[in-house]
């Protein structure tokens, strides 16, 4: 199969890989619902990664370019319905551990729900109020 080139993946989306096509906003921040639902608005769900290589597409994807760079970026992970058990918007588990929570993540924190890719710690991942805003990524298939 050979990689999805710009024009197979409907905009704003663009390729990520043979398959996937992923859409970042890196200019308006949502809460965690305000996010999934715009992931949604364009037929997509919110970040998920169950993978070391989705993590590294995704990695590369927010360092090559200026403007994506250097911000917080949701992941569609959340605890809300049983604390301490992760799960994407799917129903689908989420990794715990290395490469992919920053160490002692996510913490044991009731409040801190969603989940999201932290800016200054190689986009690692950390558990926060669902409240917060941060910037939205949304994969789809093409
Ligand atoms: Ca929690």
Known sequence: MSALVAGDCPLPYEPLDDTRCIFLDPFVSYTWQGAV?????????LLSISDCNTFALVYDYI???EVTRGKHYWLGATDEAEEGVWKFTDGSPVPLGVPFWA??????????????????????????????????ICLRNA
């Open 63 to 65: 360092e090559s370019q």
């Open 37 to 45: 639902d715009l992931c949604k608005g364009h037929l997509g769900t």
């Open 103 to 136: 160490a002692a993540e996510p913490s044991t924190d009731a409040r801190y729900n969603c989940a999201f890719m932290h800016a200054s710690y190689y986009h690692y991942w950390y558990d926060t109020t669902c409240t917060s805003k941060y910037f939205p």
